[in-house]
């Protein structure tokens, strides 16, 4: 039992478009990042949030934004999807003071 | 920067073998380190991790990994593989704040 829930578990989207991916982690886990893994290769970050604002961010464009919510969800939202956006989304959190994350299973994004 | 660089992108024992893959790190500052194992189609299960406490570490499923200071190595070891054990392998490294960055793993096949 991972803890993290992400929905939803696969998606095909169509390129231009704008797509919302949800996390919900467990309670007290006030860091949450979001990765890319693309097919065969290692997950990329996105961005980190801790206490509901951004507190890093990987080399990602800004149409790539995210929210987090005081009740410990989060949003990873991509405007004017591109093929290249297929991938899985991984969302991952932890509790104040320790080291490592616990994953979510992921989003399968298919953008068409 | 951290980074990690994983070697072997692909690794096969047999069951029974010894199962060593390789991770070197690059960090500026003191690491964390971390080995995760992602099955198919599945999110990150976390292995086991170094958080500057005892430099041998223990994880789950007869896995172990040795950090050495001197070689920027984290290896992860276990003596005798079992068919379960074939998954994809990824090492990481963070810092303080949770910046968690990945290698490109490593595929483990386990013949028998």
Known sequence: ETGVTQSPTHLIKTRGQQV???????????????YQQALGQGPQFIFQY????ENGRGNFPPRFSGLQ??????????????????????CASSLPGTYG???????????? | ??????????????????????????????????????????????LLKYTSAATLVK?????EAEFKKSETSFHLTKPSAHMSDAAEYFCAVSDKNNDMRFGAGT??????
């Not at chain 1, 919302?20 to 979001?34: A, E, F, K």
């Not at chain 1, 994350?101 to 068409?112: A, D, I, P, Q």
């Not at chain 2, 595929?107 to 028998?112: A, D, G, I, N, Y």
Request: with cysteine; net charge neutral; hydrophobic share 35%.
């Open chain 2, 1 to 46: 920067a951290q980074s990690v660089t994983q070697l072997g992108s692909h690794v096969s024992v047999s069951e029974g073998a010894l199962v060593l893959l390789r991770c070197n790190y690059s960090s500026s500052v003191p690491p964390y380190l971390f080995w995760y194992v992602q099955y198919p189609n599945q999110g990150l299960q976390l």
């Open chain 1, 50 to 53: 801790y206490r509901e604002e």
């Open chain 2, 107 to 112: 595929r483990l096949t386990v013949k028998p």
């Open chain 1, 20 to 34: 919302t991916l949800r996390c919900s982690s467990q309670s007290g886990h006030n860091t949450v990042s979001w």
């Open chain 1, 101 to 112: 994350y616990t994953f979510g299973s992921g989003t399968r994004l298919t953008v068409v």
């Open chain 2, 59 to 63: 994880g789950i499923n007869g896995f």
């Open chain 1, 69 to 90: 919510f005081p009740n410990y969800s989060s949003e990873l939202n991509v405007n004017a999807l591109e093929l290249d956006d297929s991938a899985l989304y991984l």
